[in-house]
């Protein structure tokens, strides 16, 4: 599919009804209103377009953003790239979905370590949002590495900037799921820190408790490989 044919398709997808979802939640701007499922669906469809991708970032479209985070090659995305399009965030929806792909880059803990010192709320929480990704997705990484986070975690959530604590909070989550040992030194964190306020708006979001997730997750987890190693 060509940038053109995508934009018409993204258009006709739209409805009022998300675009007034989508502004309860922090998004402005030019935005149609696309759905997850069926920007999941397009994703299906297009599967791995880097050309395309830089165009729909270009066109300062919300939805058009949101494709492009999921049709993008994070093997492809320069450290100049990054930086513009980190430039460009505004609300939590496209930060999201931008620091997921950011995590997946060759240069992700370059540019983690350097947007999560940001006092921009948006570039900011990007840093922390890839911490969190890469805390859950990225096994190369040593445990030394996420320790000094902890630690950071700790000394400066509640100074910093709303979604930023929100960003944060999530990161100290995946920290704490990550293995037993950053468990224990990320729930003594947690207790420490008590509460993380987060203004999430006009919306029913609430922060979650980072210590009661992550309790909650590990409990998972270790009931699922019990599971598997029965199924053996």
């Known amino acids: 599919m060509g940038y053109k044919e995508v934009m018409s398709e993204l258009e006709s997808l739209g409805s009022e009804q998300t675009r007034k979802t989508y502004r ?19 994703k299906k469809k297009i599967k791995v377009d880097h050309e395309l991708a830089m165009e729909l970032w270009a066109s300062g479209n919300h939805d058009a953003r949101i494709l492009c985070t999921k049709i993008a090659d994070p093997a492809l995305l320069s450290g100049s ?35 999560s010192k940001s006092p921009d709320e948006w570039i900011g929480s990007a840093g922390w949002l890839v911490l969190a990704h890469l805390a859950r997705q990225n096994e190369t990484l040593p445990e ?6 902890l630690d950071i975690i700790e000394r400066d959530i509640h100074t910093r900037k709303n979604r930023v604590r929100s960003a944060m909070n999530s990161a100290l989550i ?3 799921v990550r293995n037993q040992a950053l468990q224990k030194k990320a729930l003594a ?10 203004d999430h708006g006009e ?9 009661q997730y992550i309790l909650k997750t590990t409990q998972h987890q270790q009931a699922a490989r019990s599971s598997r190693n029965a199924e053996r």
């Open 24 to 42: 309860r939640h922090g998004v402005s701007g030019e935005v149609y209103g696309v759905s997850s499922a069926h920007l999941e669906r397009l």
């Open 81 to 115: 790239v990054l930086e513009a399009w980190v430039k460009d965030l505004g609300n939590y929806v496209v930060t999201d979905a931008f620091a997921v792909l950011a995590s997946q880059s060759p240069s992700a803990c370059q540019k983690m370590e350097k947007w």
């Open 144 to 149: 030394a590495y996420f320790k000094p986070f």
């Open 174 to 176: 995946a920290i704490g």
């Open 189 to 198: 964190v947690a207790k420490k820190i008590g509460q993380v306020v987060v």
């Open 203 to 211: 919306t029913n979001c609430k922060t979650p408790d980072a210590a």
